[in-house]
């Protein structure tokens, strides 16, 4: 399986690792499985692709797809506790094509009505983590 989740409770954090060839399907399972979970609501989100070596998407009509399905999944302020901010997410993506679709992603994400994370997208683990403020190392 190309992508690895691991939840870190405490500190809010979801991490999906994919690697390998990453099929547009398993990152619809990923959004299905992982966010249809109670436990993580409100939790920020990174997608590191720093180890895909090719990505198969079958146009842009299924990444805005894939964002419109993300966006009407979004934890909605005040569901979980007036304390509890949306999540944010951001995409670990240093190759070309990967960095592109996931910008193509944040922009048809930032259009869907429904959408309450902001998505950022970096070449770099580093600035991912400087950005979502985590500090020390990730496990999983």
């Not at 302020?77 to 240093?94: C, K, N």
């Not at 679709?101 to 994400?109: I, N, P, S």
């Not at 770099?124 to 190392?137: C, E, H, I, N, Q």
């Amino acid at each position: 399986m190309p992508i690895e989740v691991h939840v870190d409770h405490g500190r809010r954090l979801v991490v999906a690792r994919a690697s390998g060839v990453l099929q547009d399907h398993e990152v619809f399972g990923y959004q299905l499985s992982t966010w249809s979970r109670s436990d993580v609501a409100g939790f920020d989100e990174l997608v590191d692709m720093t180890a895909v070596v090719e990505i198969e998407v079958p146009s842009a009509a299924r990444v805005r797809e894939l964002a419109a399905l993300s966006a009407s999944m979004d934890q909605r302020v005040g569901t979980v506790g007036a304390e509890t901010p949306p999540g944010r997410f951001v995409i670990v993506a240093p190759q070309e094509i990967a960095h592109a679709l996931g910008k193509m992603y944040a922009v048809f994400r930032e259009m869907e009505p429904a959408s309450t994370k902001q998505v950022e997208v970096f070449r770099t683990m580093d600035s991912a983590l400087m950005f979502l403020g985590v500090t020390g190392p990730l496990e999983g």
